[in-house]
């Protein structure tokens, strides 16, 4: 059985078991905009909320999700990173760009350490070759 694949099977039964309940959740809030949308006033000066995607896959990706945003009358526009979908785009793209540096890092420190640990196994089979102790290995090693 390959690592991982019980906690992955018991992960999928627990949201194939609360995917009914999730599914319904996200039809009524779906609904609920729909409904503001259809009873609002531009003299409100506030941001609707979006709906939300219905399957499992593209609500994890969906940035509404995170959006901490108050709902009252504003007195001045509509911040840009929240009516603007350019600039939500754009913030996205420098999050994406940050973790990418990120991983980077990340990787040049896992490149330095398996470069470390390559020269260290070479050094022991180099000096393994040279111990007259160790003939009976050399062929082996020399293949």
């Not at 896959?57 to 001045?76: F, G, K, Q, Y």
């Not at 890092?105 to 102790?133: C, D, H, K, M, Y």
Request: glycine fraction near 2%.
């Amino acid at each position: 059985m390959a690592l991982g694949t019980k906690l992955h099977q018991a992960t999928h039964v627990a949201i194939k078991k609360r995917a009914p309940a999730l599914m319904a959740g996200l039809q009524k809030y779906n609904n609920v905009c729909a409904t503001l949308a259809t009873m609002y006033n531009d003299k409100w000066n506030i941001p609707l909320p979006k709906t939300l995607p219905t399957e499992l896959r593209p609500l994890c990706d969906a940035s509404e999700l995170m959006e901490d945003v108050w709902i009252s009358c504003l007195t001045e526009q509509v911040p840009r990173w929240l009516s603007d979908s350019t600039v939500q785009e754009g913030i996205q793209a420098m999050l994406k760009a940050e973790q990418c540096t990120e991983e980077l890092q990340r990787l040049e420190v896992e490149a330095v350490n398996l470069s470390w640990w390559f020269g260290r196994e070479l050094a022991a089979i180099e000096l393994t070759l040279i111990r007259p102790t160790s003939a009976h290995i050399r062929v082996p090693l020399e293949q």
